[in-house]
T-cell receptor, first 114, second 113 residues
Framework: KAGVTQTPRYLIKTRGQQVTLSCSPI?????VSWYQQTPGQGLQFLFE???????NKGNFPGRFSGRQFSNSRSEMNVSTLELGDSALYLC?????????????FGQGTRLTVV | AQSVTQLGSHVSVSEGALVLLRCNYS??????LFWYVQYPNQGLQLLLK??????LVKGINGFEAEFKKSETSFHLTKPSAHMSDAAEYFC???????????FGKGTLLTVNP
């Protein structure tokens, strides 16, 4: 059973540009969440999607957006990149939206903004 | 609101010694608690989870954790550290209807030969 796949693994962008990250969840998983990981702030929740609907959003500016497709694949977009957006972006998928179901994480996309 | 506090950002032990990583949580609803491990340049891997079925939870790689409601703690232990245990460990809590994990800041475990 394939795990969570995130593409690309590494990305370098210039300030002001926009970027799109992709996440393919484990087959059959309908919930996809995104997290930002930085040395200073740790792991912070961005948003969660289930069946193409955003159910929860973290405390990030509107430059951060996401969507989920009918096949459960998800993308997140960051517009007008800032240096502070440099981070490891992790995607996680779950089979069931209940609270006791563990999230399976991808290897992440390392975004560097220069 | 939920929060997690991991005491000690860096723990160093000798190979074969006891590993104890501390986690305290705050939750207004019955919590679900998780421990994840992250190796360099990798994602997070689940070690174990507490879902109210049993207070002592056994996980992978010989790790276990005990849920203590009175102390709002969920400390992670392993009787004998191995070099391969060197990694960063994250405690996380979920609960209610917010469909998200709230993570602690992480504890970097170093294992000395």
């Amino acid at each position: 059973k394939a795990g969570v796949t995130q593409t690309p693994r590494y990305l370098i962008k210039t300030r002001g540009q926009q970027v799109t990250l992709s996440c393919s969840p484990i087959s059959g998983h309908r919930s996809v969440s995104w997290y930002q990981q930085t040395p200073g702030q740790g792991l912070q929740f961005l948003f969660e999607y289930f069946s193409e609907t955003q159910r929860n959003k973290g405390n990030f500016p509107g430059r951060f957006s996401g969507r989920q497709f009918s096949n459960s694949r998800s993308e997140m977009n960051v517009s007008t990149l800032e240096l502070g957006d440099s981070a490891l972006y992790l995607c996680a998928s779950s089979s069931n939206p209940t609270m006791n179901t563990e999230a399976f994480f991808g290897q992440g996309t390392r975004l560097t903004v220069v | 609101a939920q929060s997690v506090t991991q005491l000690g950002s860096h723990v160093s032990v000798s190979e074969g010694a006891l590993v104890l990583l501390r986690c305290n949580y705050s939750s207004s609803v019955p919590p679900y608690l998780f421990w994840y491990v992250q190796y360099p340049n990798q994602g997070l891997q689940l070690l174990l989870k507490y879902t109210s079925a049993a207070t002592l939870v056994k996980g992978i790689n010989g790790f276990e954790a005990e849920f203590k409601k009175s102390e709002t703690s969920f400390h992670l232990t392993k009787p004998s550290a191995h070099m391969s245990d060197a990694a960063e460990y994250f405690c996380a809590v979920s609960g209610g209807s917010n469909y998200k994990l709230t993570f602690g800041k992480g504890t970097l475990l170093t294992v000395n030969p």
